[in-house]
């Protein structure tokens, strides 16, 4: 956390309460981070942790309770909804578990949504090749619906690169995916975004999607508690499980890292 | 945005279908609201037997009152004085002036058939005109007939003819073919045989005279017009007064149909937003900003929404023909009027049903707007109610509003009831609109809890639903809620008003034995003959009609007549305050006394009263009556009255017997005889156009439910997919989950039935205490047994299908389905 300066996304001091009163729920409890541009973070974490809370807060999704975001190096307070889209809309692409194709659009009008709605003329050559590159060049004209759960990921990333944003989040995607399907599509993201030079942030709570990071954030309770940064290779599966093992322990009986 | 809305309009056929019927409806019925407007507004009724003569000249037939305010039909023929046409034939530029006089003429030796007015004189017969086909034109003693009324006889054959209620000879002398289509075949009599009177004279203007320079120039009495063109049918056809009643009726049809068709878009349109909540949270997610899902929830809506009004206003000519023939067949207007729907009321309804489904959909696209894109991530899809504050508010306005109108019209009298109970109906179904899905969470869902429970698992299922869905079903109970408002609050307002008057107008005659006559009333032979019967203990003629009290000048009743009731025998009943009723002969009245009290008049005064024909009576006050409060009636000799009628005839004779009796009446024919109910029928209670418009509502109503309920169900079912998908997989049968669904939607179908009812009661109640003085409304239950059933007949078999359509595919499969 030593990295200063122009780093796409940054969040100092976030909090997010959920509920008024003695049912309120401390989703994020003070996080202050950098994801670095052109680095690959997953943030791992047991179920209710708030992995998904810090991932709407970082992209402008939801906003936080107290605290800043800096999103492409511009602060999200006091920004309005339709401030906040456009903003989203220039910078960030998503891909999330399930649902996130539009049911009534193809699979090429799916991957330039975000560009019909920003009213940009999508540039066709590339968006063929993006579409081609995630294996999917033979079913430009299907829907969702007659594509596999891979094949609907597969989409999902297509659309995050053929907008060529600087930063994708990513929720969970391949957690409706079987093991196989998984690793592919994590292999896609990775390659695929990094080419583009993009950052990606990803939510999961599988060592082994995680061990695909430059860096993996560990996040209980609502506050990070540790990070593994990559050296000469990536953070191992093996390496991130035993993290996740001995944090888990250290929930049972509690001591501050 | 518009190509991504156009696309996704094939995926909720259910919902659009539904906006696109209630558009196409409602287009189709405002612009029948429209044109009914343009035929009050202009009472076309094209002349028939008098289109030969350019220029009609008869009695103005609306009452305008003294003090200038509304005007009124008179319920008479109204008479010219015979000077008049001497004065026409001599006035320059007039080549002639026939005159006209129509009287009640039935056949009863040939098929019966001919009506009430059907007796002219032969001079007449140029107005139309009518050419003899055989024989020759009537001499005393002698008619002519229309071709279609001569059924094979030839001239010289004898033919009964009832004439004034007293059956006659004649020879039949010719037949005649009108030159022109004539409805009302006549049967032409020789000039002696005529009664006396002109109801109007035909004017033929002079070679080079203007025909509308004459018609201005004509130098007439008071209350004397000339008609020209189409306006001439008000001389040949009766109820052409006035277009008040079509007027009134098409703002108040006009207006519901705007209502209701809106309050279904609506409720359609939040519940397709409802359960795209996801995917427009999603567009959100993808970058659309609030705006641009508004606006694409806006542009999809009102492409179908356009197109349904298109064709709408293309049904429009249709449904204003039917709607305005069954006025016609229902008497309500006569059906000779002109139905006149030009470009202007297709123009009207265009902008109005544009602008309503403009606004409605406005705020729902405001609602999709306000959808934030971390939805389409959040798990769960169940919509919480958290109504607007501002909502609530409107709502409980609503509410108020409803009880302030039902609280105050039993204090109103039976008159202004109905139009001041009506819109409680109104007011309420929206309130109901409003407030319903926070009713049902708040209020009934944990009282019906307890007692679906005890029925096992699917019963408990089947309120968790309705529990956590209380928005979706809210939108499905709100069309059966106003539907039924709508369609009972009006029709058992209506049946308790129509037996409140038939009983207050029959309570205070006394009587068991009632003759009526369809050949033009009771002539005096008749009455004579039964007045010397064994076993009579007192006889009376029935007259009725309306009319005035112009001195002193009585502002109670102005566009609303006294009623006036004409008795010839000791039958009335109701209290006499003062003076005595077997005064009541030769020019007298009996008058209620609060109103001899009000115009500062008593037993012994004169007054003036304006009668039904317009001719102005002075009448001695004789004896001040009781009548029953708020319908009380003025009181006549019959034989005046009569006189001032279009038959001149009583219409009815009232019996009192000490046994039975069995007079032999078939020395007149066309009477009959009957028990006192008869008393009721063919009384002019007032309520024909309010009747009609509670018909007509009903009716719109039933269509309405129709599509709404099909429509919210078939999409509120289908959506659920998933969540049957779900409870398949964790155990439930196919059969648990439709008996589950179809608790659903009996429950539905009751909440909705008594919501509706609760609302009705606002109108139908106060109603009845107002025209009963007793909060019990009147009217036949099978009506109300015959909504329930129509109403669980949409609800149940529509879930039962859509059920079945929706678990058609594997469990499994339905899990996985994008749609949700
Ligand atoms: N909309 C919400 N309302 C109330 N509580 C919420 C909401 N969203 C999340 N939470 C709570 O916040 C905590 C963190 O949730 P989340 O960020 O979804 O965790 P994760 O994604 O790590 O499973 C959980 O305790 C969850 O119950
Ligand atoms: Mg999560």
Redesign the interface.
Known sequence: MNNTGNAPVQLTDVRKVYGTGPGAVDALAGVTYEFAAGTFTAVMGPSGSGK?TLL?CAAG??TPTTGDVHLAGRSLRGLD??SL??L??EHVA?V??S???????TVR?NVV??M???GKQPDDAWVTEVIRAVGLGERVKHR??ELS?GQ?QRVAIA?ALAGRTAITFA?EPTGALDTTTALEVLTLLRDQSRRLGQTIVMVTHDPVAASYADRVVFLVDGRIVSELRRGAVHPTAEAVAAELAQLSAGRLSPTES | MFRLAVTTLRYRTAAFLAIFVAVLLGGALLSAAGGLLETGLRLNAPPQRLSAAPIVVTGDPAYHPPNGSGSAAFPERHRLDPALLTKLTTTPGVAKAISDRSFPAVITSLEPSGTALAGHGWTSAALTPYTLTAGRAPRAGQVVLDQRLADGAKPGDTVRVTIGGEPRRFTLAGIAVAQQQVDVPPVFFADADVPDGLDAIGVFPADGTSVRELAKRLDLPAGVKAYTGDERGVAEFSGIATGLPLIIMSGVFGGMVAVVMALVVSATIGLSVRQRRRELALLRASGATPRQVGRMVIAETMVVGVIGLVLGLLCGRIAGTWIFGRLADGGIVPSQLRFDQGALPFAGAAVLAFAVLRVTVGFAAGRAARIRPIQALAEAAVPNVALSRVRIVIGLVFAGATAAIALSTPFMGPANAAAIGGPAGLTGSIAVAVLAPLVIQRALLPRITRLVEKRGTSGTLAVINLRVRAVQFGAILVPITIATAIAMGNIYSQSTQQKAAVHAFTKNLAGNVVITSTSGGIPASLTDSVRTMPGVTAVSEVVRSKGWIEEPYDKSHTSDAWPLLGLSGPVYTGKVKQGSLDDLTGDTVALPPGTAKKLKVGVGSQIGLRLGDNALVKVKVVALTEGPSGYESLLLPAQLLAAHTTSGLPSQLLLKTSNKVHPDLSKWPGTTIGERELLGEGLDTGLGVDAWIAYLLAAIAVAYTAIASINTIAVAVLDRRREFGLQRLTGSTRREVSRMLRLEGLLIAALGLVAGLVTAAFTVFPIALATRGWPIPSGPVWILLIWVAVVLLLVLPTTAVTGRIAMRSKPMDALSSPVG
Not at chain 1, 99 to 105: D, K, S, T, V, W
């Open positions: 998904s709407h999704l939801d909804e339709t889209t456009e989203r809309r998503f999330f578990q649902f996130n194709l539009m049911p009534a659009l009008q949504l975000p019909t709605l920003a969702p619906s759960g609907q659309r929720d």
